[in-house]
C-alpha cells in the first residue's frame, strides 16, 4: 500500500477525514487523574472505582507523571505515588494530527497517550478509544494483511498455574485456548484474573512479607506477572484447576473479515488480540490492536 490514494478512500471517523482529524476530536476529555502528592492506596481506590488501569500524575496543573497497574508493582514497598509513578511521560497536544497519535501508538509500548493542552491536561487516549472508532468505520481491508502468524496457545485441560508459566515463558498476554480436535473453544487472557479483590490482597500480603522473610507474597495482579515481560514480581500461586473452568469463549475471525468488523468484536468482547481461523476452522494465527490500527497509516 502507498497511502490513501492507493487504497482508493479516505477513512471517515463520524463525517470527518481521518487525514484532517487531531488528537482533540478522539480523545476523552473525562479524564480521571491522581494529584501530587498522594499514596497507592488514593491511586488503586482510583482504579477499582473508575474499572481503569491507569491515571495521569497533576501537580501544580501540569502533568508530571502517569502511574499504571504496572508501576504499582514493580515498587511493591513503596507508597508515595511520587515514587511510583513514570515521570515524565509521552504526551501530545491537542492540535497534533490522529495520524501522529496513531504512529506513536503503534510503534511504541504504550497503550494510552495523555492529551496537553499547553501544559494543560485536556484529555487521554488510549488504544481501546482508536479500536472503538474503526469499529465505527467502513473499513473493507481484510484483516489477513495484519496478521501474525505465530500464537502460543493451550489444551483446556491445562492447569492453570501451568499456562501462567506458558504465558510468562512467552511473553503472551492472551491465549487461544483448544479442545482434543485443535479447535478453538476459549480464550484465556490477563484480565480474566485480574480481580478487584486480589488488590486489597496484594496490600495485605505485601505489608505482612515486608515484616518477615516469607517468600510467598501474593500480588494483586497475580497473572500480569506470569504474562508480562517487564514485571519484576514473580512469586505468585495461581489455581492448579483446568483453564477451560476461567476461560472466556470463543471468539475469532477469518483471514478476509474486514478490520472494521474485527474492531467490533474486540469491542464487544473486551478482549485485544483476536484468533483468526481458516475455512477448515483450523487456527492460522492472531490480530493484535496494535497492528489493526496500523490500517489508518498505510
Known amino acids: 500500500m502507498e497511502g490513501f490514494p492507493a487504497m482508493g478512500k479516505i477513512f471517515i471517523f463520524r463525517g470527518f477525514a481521518f487525514a484532517d482529524m487531531n488528537a482533540e476530536d478522539v480523545m476523552n476529555k ?3 487523574y491522581a494529584t501530587l502528592p498522594n499514596t497507592r492506596e488514593k491511586v488503586l481506590e482510583l482504579f477499582k472505582k473508575h474499572g481503569i488501569s491507569a491515571v495521569p500524575v497533576i501537580k501544580n496543573g501540569e502533568v508530571v507523571g502517569i502511574a499504571t497497574r504496572k508501576d504499582i508493582l514493580r515498587k511493591v514497598e513503596e507508597d508515595q505515588l511520587a515514587l511510583l509513578m513514570t515521570p515524565n511521560p509521552v504526551t501530545v497536544q491537542v492540535n ?24 494543560k491536561l485536556a484529555g487521554i487516549i488510549t488504544l481501546r478509544d482508536i479500536i472503538k472508532h474503526i469499529a465505527e468505520m467502513d473499513i473493507d481491508v481484510p484483516v489477513k494483511d495484519y496478521l ?6 493451550v489444551w483446556a485441560e491445562t492447569p ?3 499456562v501462567g508459566e506458558i504465558m510468562r515463558l512467552s511473553n503472551a498476554e492472551l491465549c487461544p485456548v483448544l479442545d482434543v480436535s485443535a479447535s478453538v473453544v476459549g480464550l484465556i487472557d490477563e484480565k480474566i484474573m485480574l480481580t478487584e479483590t486480589l488488590i486489597d490482597e496484594f496490600i495485605e500480603q505485601t505489608h505482612y512479607a515486608s515484616s518477615s522473610d516469607s517468600e510467598d507474597a501474593w500480588t494483586w495482579d497475580s497473572i500480569r506477572d506470569l504474562t508480562v515481560k517487564y514485571f519484576e514480581v514473580s512469586v505468585v500461586k495461581l489455581p492448579k484447576e483446568p483453564v477451560k473452568n476461567f476461560m472466556k469463549p470463543a ?9 472494521s468488523k ?3 468484536e474486540m469491542v464487544k468482547n473486551d478482549i485485544d488480540h483476536i484468533p483468526v481461523l481458516d475455512a477448515e476452522n483450523r487456527l492460522i494465527g492472531m490480530i493484535h490492536d496494535k497492528e489493526i490500527i496500523k490500517v489508518l497509516l498505510d
Do not use: H, W
Open 148 to 153: 501474525t502468524n505465530s500464537t502460543i496457545c
Open 30 to 32: 473525562n479524564v480521571i
Open 96 to 119: 497534533d494530527s490522529l495520524k501522529e497519535v496513531v504512529e506513536i501508538l503503534s510503534k511504541t509500548p504504550f497503550r494510552r497517550l495523555p492529551v496537553l493542552d499547553g501544559k
Open 262 to 264: 474485527c474492531a467490533r
Open 160 to 162: 492453570l498455574n501451568i
Open 251 to 259: 471468539v475469532f475471525v477469518y483471514p478476509q473479515t474486514k478490520i
